[in-house]
């Protein structure tokens, strides 16, 4: 089974800037896509940034020219560099990534989540 291990939550000013890392691990020959999405309270989950395998990249809306999403192919990780971060930001921020198994059986995994809060 693949595993995603998340890292680089935690409490930072508004303005302030935070690097979250996500590895994947288990017996995987590709990934189809590697991406970010966040829940906060009382709202729906969202997508933030995806990046595919062919090196596209997206973003919603209310996080384009402040996140970027990008990854090590080597080491099947996939990052989010955020700056100049809001309150609204604040959230539980999870990836998510989707490939083939060894062996040709697909695969879907998420991470367990990390905590980004944004407060003065």
């Known amino acids: 089974q693949v595993q995603l291990v998340e890292s680089g939550g935690g409490l930072v000013q508004p303005g302030g800037s935070l690097r979250l890392s996500c590895a994947a691990s288990?017996?995987?020959?590709?990934?189809?896509?590697m991406a970010w999405h966040r829940q906060a309270p009382g709202k729906q989950r969202e997508l933030v940034a995806i990046?595919?395998?062919?090196?596209?990249?997206h973003y919603a809306d209310s996080v384009k020219g402040r996140f970027t999403i990008s990854r090590d192919n080597a080491k099947n990780t996939v990052y989010l560099q955020m700056k100049s971060l809001k309150p609204d930001d604040t959230a539980v921020y999870y990836c998510?990534?989707?490939?083939?198994?060894?062996?040709?059986?697909?695969?879907?995994?998420w991470g367990q989540g990390t905590q980004v809060t944004v407060s003065s």
């Open positions: 998510n990534t989707a490939g083939v198994l060894e062996g040709g059986p697909s695969f879907s995994s």
């Open positions: 990046i595919t395998s062919s090196g596209t990249m």
């Open positions: 288990g017996s995987i020959v590709k990934i189809n896509f």
